[in-house]
């Protein structure tokens, strides 16, 4: 691929994800506030077990949407510097990502409604179709897959840890 395709490829990636991680940090808190209080219960079970089944709290939320973004950046950033590996780690990062924006979207379906990180998500899917299928004429579509799967294992991952740090964060804030 030439210069002129990479940029034209990975730059909007980078701008949506560093917009979907400011969305989910500015109204992760609200939204949470807003849910904790719902009145319809069968709702409140809903978010509940969402949350138990994901393990996350709001600190890990926020803290997951911070990394993936931070993923993002760091993989673009090596893209543009060259090297070894560099299109392949930032493809996988890529396919983290979709996953996020696919779970996102799932869990605003099965809420019927707003979570944090709908919006970029929505806006990210044209972008993320577009970027897959430009990769799909580089690569063969078994590499494609495992570039999926290893990001799939990335975005579990990094939801695991923003538990483990939201548990934390959570814990030291209730001590205090």
């Known amino acids: 691929m030439s210069a002129l395709s990479v940029l034209y490829i990975v730059l909007p990636i980078l701008a949506v994800s560093f917009?979907?991680?400011?969305?989910?940090?500015?109204?992760?808190?609200?939204?949470?506030?807003?849910?904790?209080?719902?009145?319809?219960?069968?709702?409140?079970?809903?978010v509940n077990?969402?949350?138990?089944?994901?393990?996350?709290?709001?600190?890990?939320?926020?803290?997951?949407?911070?990394?993936?973004?931070?993923?993002?950046?760091?993989?673009?950033?090596?893209?543009?510097?060259?090297?070894?590996?560099?299109?392949?780690?930032?493809?996988?990062?890529?396919?983290?990502?979709?996953v996020c924006t696919l779970i996102n979207i799932v869990c605003a379906v099965t809420l019927k409604g707003y979570v944090p990180g709908l919006v970029t998500s929505i806006i990210s899917v044209p972008?993320?179709?577009?970027?897959?299928?430009?990769?799909?004429?580089?690569w063969p579509w078994w590499e494609m897959l495992l570039f999926a799967i290893l990001g799939l294992v990335?975005?579990?991952a990094n939801l695991y840890f923003a538990q483990r740090l939201g548990q934390r964060q959570t814990s030291k804030s209730t001590k205090n």
């Open 19 to 46: 917009c979907h991680a400011l969305e989910v940090v500015f109204t992760a808190r609200r939204w949470a506030s807003h849910h904790s209080a719902s009145s319809d219960e069968a709702h409140q079970s809903l």
């Open 49 to 98: 077990i969402l949350f138990r089944l994901s393990g996350m709290n709001m600190s890990a939320l926020v803290i997951a949407a911070v990394v993936g973004f931070l993923a993002v950046l760091l993989s673009t950033a090596a893209l543009f510097a060259g090297g070894l590996w560099t299109e392949r780690i930032w493809a996988t990062i890529f396919m983290a990502y979709s």
């Open 127 to 138: 972008l993320i179709a577009h970027t897959a299928y430009s990769l799909s004429l580089v």
């Open 154 to 156: 990335l975005a579990l």
